[in-house]
């Protein structure tokens, strides 16, 4: 399976049937970022002191993913018809190590929201600059030790909820930017994740 794609199957849940009058699920978190994550240097068990324990994990084909989720029908989203939802995802490696991270929120004091027309504009070659140009910082990053074409990924993403006979139902837009050691773009990946 693709390694660009690969840790993104971490946030494929399985989601709960739940009683209408349920208004918001799993526990609220802050947005974890650099310098409290270190890609090659941050453990399982540094995420887990920062955040508790994951809503749920999943085994990738070098490690294991942690997912943190939170929605809240009552808070305020990027969009009137959305549920409000956040989410974190951690990729760690065979040794518990982190390799990446990715935050997505719908939330409108931390909004993950981001132009989608802005997407074709990028080209091979382009610079890290100007991809953020174009898209603005990313919300997430995944690192390539050791490979001699992508040294990282950035990632951009942002969490489309709704909720609607009983059922929260979230679609993740993904934008995958991948960069080779020179900072310079070889590959841009574009998908949605249905997580329900």
Excluded: W
């Excluded at 969009?79 to 974190?88: F, L, N």
């Excluded at 409108?108 to 929201?113: A, G, K, M, R, Y």
């Excluded at 382009?126 to 995944?142: F, K, M, Y």
């Amino acid at each position: 399976m693709d390694m660009l794609k690969l840790h993104h199957y971490g946030l494929i849940f399985v989601f709960l049937l739940l009683t209408g009058c349920v208004t918001t699920i799993g526990r609220n978190f802050q947005k974890l970022e650099e310098p409290q994550l270190v890609p090659g240097k941050s453990t399982a068990q540094d995420i887990i002191g920062l955040l508790g324990k994951p809503t749920t994990t999943n085994a990738l084909n070098q490690g294991t993913a942690y997912n943190y989720i939170h929605h809240n029908r009552n808070a305020k989203a990027v969009k009137p018809d959305e549920v409000a939802s956040r989410y974190q995802t951690f990729s760690f490696n065979n040794e518990d190590i982190l390799t990446g991270y990715q935050f997505g929120s719908s939330f409108v004091e931390d909004s993950t929201f981001f132009n989608t027309d802005s997407i074709k504009k990028i080209q091979t070659g382009d610079s890290r600059e100007r991809v953020i140009r174009l898209l603005g910082e990313s919300s997430g990053i995944n690192h390539y030790p050791g490979d001699p074409k992508h040294a990282y990924v950035l990632i951009y993403s942002y969490p489309t909820t709704t909720h609607s006979d009983s059922t929260f139902s979230m679609v993740n837009s993904v934008v995958n930017v991948a960069f080779d050691h020179n900072d310079k773009v070889v590959r841009v990946e574009t998908y949605n994740l249905n997580a329900d």
